[in-house]
Structures are given as structure tokens and as C-alpha cells.
């Protein structure tokens, strides 16, 4: 049997999803990509406007519908509640951290005063507020490639991206900066990707579940137990990293960041790995504690 991969029909979607095909075929399963779209890909407004999962809901139906047997998501694109009509694997996971793409080949601290500076995730607004107030923030939609060409064009003299989504497609080399997560905290589960099949289809959990990670599931899961802690949406200004350490405990530090960059709350905390999940929900209930609740209340 050929499993059909349910995918976005850009180019970073379409990689991951080749890759997802390879590691399935390293395990004997024959997959092959089918182009799902969706309201994302026709409706160029802020994510914030259209929706919490708009990128993800589309291939879900698509795939409950039977149209695809498996579909493959950016990990922080996906809802925080989990959706009970399907098993979800995390495969190995891609360099969470986020660079800035700069003329020049500028850094962060390098960009004059008032630089414009594209991007939409208001995580990464508040931050970038939190260390430059100066900056002109201009939102930011597109694929790689056009979102790299506002400053190529000179319409903006930065952007920030994922940097795994460039390393991916062999981008990696036109990032003037990669940002270190202690001083640029990610998304939860950036670089992760979200594997999923219907649950109700044993062939098919057997196969995802061959290319499941284990560090990148227990790291992806005590971030993303940070937004279900916190009741926030992957649009929320709220940032997770985790480290998984030799000890086989994890490190986690998680903020909650005011969009005009002037406060911020961060915690870091450790637990075993096999407590991820509940790890995340704790330093969540840290960050409250701190105030977090106000913060996302005013964002």
C-alpha cells in the first residue's frame, strides 16, 4: 500500500513533507505527497485575523475525510487541544532558534535606529521590542521566498524567520543572524514537526509511529504543555524552549512578553523527561504567578 501525505503546497511544506515520505520509505512504507489548500494559502490577512489553526484545520478535514492518510504540520501551527480523532508522532526535530535575515549582512544590535523590520508573530514583536523599542515593526505574510524579497527589494531592512524552515530548503546561508534562545526565546515546538494519521486506522499509527523521536516529542511537549497551561493560542506572545539534557531530565524556559516589549515574565525549571507534559504546565502555573495573566490579558 501507498499512504497519501497530505501537504500546504508551498515549498517549505512540500519538503518537510519529503522528508516525512523518506523517513517512512527508511522504515519500508511507501508514501507518496498529495497538495491539500487552504484558507491560508488564499487569504493574505494577519494570522490573527483569520484564525487560530487556519493552516492546519484544512488538512485535518481533509484527512478525516480519508482524502490523505497522513498530514504533516508545523508543529507550533497546531491548536493546543488535542483533536482525539487522530495520533500525533513528532519526528526529529530541526533547529528550533529564530534568525534575522538583514541587508547588509546586519545583526540585530547593527540595524540603525528605526530600521523596518517585517513580521507578524506578535512572540517575536514583543521581543523584538523588549531589546530594540526603536524599531519600525511591519507585519509580515508570504512563503520564504517572498518574505525574504522585502528586503532583497529594500522595502524592509530586516525580517524574521524560523530558521529551521530555511535550513530546510537549503536556505540556511542568508541568515545574517541566528538568535540565540536565551536572549530570542521560540515558539513552543519550533522546528518541530506534527505527524498525523486518523486513530482509527491501526496500519497506518504502526507507520508514523516508526519515525516518532523521543527527545523531540519530550521537548515538544513541555512547551506546548506551556500554552495549554497559560489557555493561550500559537498567536499568543508566549515563548518555550527546551533542552534535553544527558541526565535524560529536561530544562525548560518559557516567557510571556507585553507586545510593546516593556514587560516580561521568564521561568526556567527542570523536570524528568517522562514528566515533559507536566513540566510545562508547571512553569505555565510559574508564569501566572509572575503575572503572565495580565500580560496576555492586555495583548
Given at each position: 500500500m501507498?499512504?497519501?501525505?497530505?501537504?500546504?503546497?508551498?515549498?517549505l511544506?512540500t519538503?518537510q513533507?519529503g522528508?516525512v515520505?523518506?523517513?517512512l520509505?527508511?522504515?519500508?512504507?511507501e508514501?507518496e505527497?498529495?497538495?491539500?489548500?487552504?484558507?491560508?494559502d488564499v487569504?493574505?490577512?494577519?494570522?490573527?485575523?483569520?484564525?487560530?489553526g487556519?493552516?492546519?484545520?484544512a488538512?485535518?478535514e481533509?484527512?478525516?475525510?480519508g482524502?490523505?492518510?497522513?498530514?504533516v504540520?508545523?508543529?507550533?501551527?497546531?491548536?493546543?487541544?488535542?483533536?482525539?480523532r487522530?495520533?500525533?508522532?513528532?519526528?526529529q526535530?530541526?533547529d528550533p532558534?529564530?534568525c534575522?535575515?538583514a541587508?547588509?549582512?546586519?545583526t540585530l544590535?547593527d540595524l540603525p535606529e528605526?530600521?523596518k523590520v517585517?513580521?507578524?508573530?506578535?512572540r517575536r514583536i514583543?521581543?523584538?521590542k523588549a531589546?530594540?523599542?526603536?524599531?519600525?515593526?511591519r507585519?509580515?505574510r508570504?512563503?520564504i521566498?517572498?518574505r525574504?524579497?522585502?528586503?532583497?527589494?529594500?522595502e524592509?531592512?530586516?525580517?524574521?524567520l524560523a530558521?529551521?524552515g530555511?535550513?530546510?530548503?537549503?536556505?540556511g546561508a542568508?541568515?545574517?543572524q541566528?538568535?540565540?534562545t536565551?536572549?530570542?526565546i521560540p515558539a513552543?515546538?519550533?522546528?518541530a514537526?506534527?505527524?498525523?494519521c486518523?486513530?482509527?486506522n491501526?496500519?497506518?499509527v504502526?507507520?508514523?509511529?516508526?519515525?516518532?523521536d523521543?527527545?523531540?516529542?519530550?521537548?515538544?511537549a513541555?512547551?506546548?504543555?506551556?500554552?495549554?497551561?497559560?489557555?493561550?493560542?500559537?498567536?499568543?506572545p508566549?515563548?518555550?524552549?527546551?533542552?534535553?539534557?544527558e541526565d535524560d531530565?529536561?530544562?525548560l524556559?518559557a516567557?510571556?512578553?507585553?507586545?510593546?516589549?516593556k514587560s516580561?515574565?521568564?521561568?526556567?525549571?527542570?523536570a524528568a523527561?517522562?514528566e515533559?507534559?507536566?513540566?510545562?504546565l508547571k512553569?505555565?502555573?510559574?508564569l501566572?504567578?509572575q503575572g503572565a495573566?495580565?500580560?496576555?490579558a492586555a495583548s
Open positions: 501507498t499512504f497519501k501525505i497530505g501537504t500546504r503546497g508551498s515549498q511544506a519538503t513533507s522528508h515520505q523518506d523517513w520509505a527508511e522504515h519500508g512504507y508514501a505527497l498529495t497538495i491539500v489548500t487552504t484558507a491560508g487569504n493574505m490577512a494577519p494570522v490573527e485575523r483569520i484564525g487560530v487556519v493552516f492546519t484545520q488538512l485535518r481533509h484527512l478525516y475525510a482524502h490523505c492518510d497522513i498530514a504540520h508545523s508543529f507550533k501551527d497546531l491548536p493546543s487541544a488535542k483533536d482525539e487522530f495520533e500525533l508522532i513528532v519526528p526535530r530541526e532558534r529564530d534575522l535575515i541587508r547588509d549582512g546586519m544590535k528605526g530600521a517585517g513580521t507578524g508573530a506578535p514583543s521581543q523584538l531589546i530594540r523599542p526603536d524599531l519600525d515593526i507585519p509580515l508570504g512563503n521566498t517572498t525574504m524579497s522585502k528586503v532583497t527589494e529594500g524592509l531592512d530586516a525580517v524574521v530558521y529551521a530555511l535550513s530546510r530548503v537549503d536556505l542568508k541568515a545574517t541566528v538568535l540565540d536565551q536572549e530570542f513552543p515546538a519550533q522546528g514537526l506534527a505527524v498525523e486518523r486513530a482509527d491501526p496500519e497506518v504502526a507507520a508514523i509511529r516508526a519515525i516518532a523521543p527527545q523531540a516529542t519530550a521537548c515538544s513541555a512547551e506546548r504543555g506551556v500554552l495549554i497551561g497559560l489557555q493561550a493560542g500559537c498567536t499568543a508566549v515563548a518555550a524552549h527546551s533542552v534535553y539534557n531530565t529536561i530544562t524556559t516567557g510571556v512578553f507585553a507586545l510593546d516589549g516580561n515574565v521568564v521561568v526556567t525549571e527542570s523527561v517522562a515533559a507534559a507536566e513540566l510545562g512553569v505555565a502555573e510559574m501566572r504567578a495573566g495580565r500580560i496576555l
